[in-house]
């Protein structure tokens, strides 16, 4: 009896050998597989070009504005600008929809958010017709960059200006569909054209997104405003235009409102080289 009771007091110290065994097991092979799911979602995003990061959103592209250029009495960058997170590259100049240069004012990346992981979308630059942007911005002169990212009555010029060219180029990094895009686009382009021109401004936002087709990584959508008109192009293509100042500021009001859509981060480094307009 006491043999029996020793052996019984052995087993209840043992947990019940069996059972125990069992939920090692379980709990063996349970950490395993969570540290597997892990790892291959961590491949996963990486591989999708994730782990973009807050930190990697407020990074700045290096500000190296080269020997510049003379034109009309103000010398122009001639240095690119590349984008920090991505490492997208934009010409200091280039030829959108007309035959004249546009200078590159600033860059940023439009990152998207799933699952707690920021996914790079795409990386935009800002042109503007040099000539017309300093007459419309001229009271800004002299104003430094951190000035001017505190001051939404500047950002409202370059939404609402119509005195002047103005060119989002976004160069994507990722394939997108034309419903994810139109989806993107319709929300935001619908709520502020209601604030316009009521319900008959949804009309025309539906035109415009309907424009948009598939997009494959390393492809560029532009948007060009320039007296009102609209202009649409996707990799160099031209896809529509639109003889709307309503449209034109809805969208730019997605970069430069008071509320961006694309977020203030992006909104701030797109206006990282404004005041070399008034370079010499």
């Keep these: 009896m006491a043999a029996y009771k020793a052996m019984g007091d052995e087993k209840e110290e043992g947990c019940m050998g069996a059972v125990c065994s069992g ?25 999708l070009g994730g782990f973009g990061g807050e930190k990697g959103h407020a990074m700045v592209a290096t500000d190296d504005l080269g020997e510049g250029v003379v034109r009309g009495g103000y010398r122009w960058p ?47 630059g800002f042109y503007v017709d040099p000539a017309g942007a300093r007459r419309a911005l001229s009271q800004y002169q002299g104003s430094s960059v951190s000035d001017l990212r505190n001051n939404q009555a500047f950002y409202d010029v370059l939404t609402k200006g119509n005195s002047f060219r103005r060119v989002l180029e976004l160069n994507f990094l990722r394939s997108v569909g034309k419903e ?4 993107t686009f319709n929300e935001g382009l619908v709520i502020r054209m209601r604030k316009i021109t009521g319900m008959r401004g949804d009309s ?12 494959k990584a390393g492809q560029k959508l532009i948007f060009a405003v320039d007296k009102g008109v609209l202009t649409v192009k996707l990799h160099n293509n031209p896809l529509a235009k639109f003889n ?10 997605l970069y430069f409102g008071a509320s961006p859509t694309v977020g203030d981060e992006v909104k701030k480094h797109l206006i990282e080289r404004i005041p070399t307009l008034w370079m010499k």
Excluded: C, Q
């Design 78 to 124: 001639t240095k690119p600008m590349v984008e920090p997170v991505s490492r997208t590259e934009f010409p200091p100049e280039a030829k959108h929809v007309t035959t004249d240069l546009n200078m590159l004012v600033g860059v940023a990346i439009r990152l998207k958010k799933v699952v707690g992981v920021n996914f790079k979308v795409y990386a935009v």
């Design 23 to 47: 939920l090692g097991t379980a709990w063996y092979y349970g950490f395993s597989y969570g540290v597997l799911s892990t790892l291959i979602v961590m491949m996963l995003v990486w591989a």
């Design 244 to 253: 709307s100042p309503e449209l034109a500021f809805s969208l730019f009001d």
């Design 204 to 215: 025309l936002v539906e035109s415009f997104i309907s424009v948009f087709t598939d997009i």
């Design 180 to 183: 994810k895009l139109r989806d």
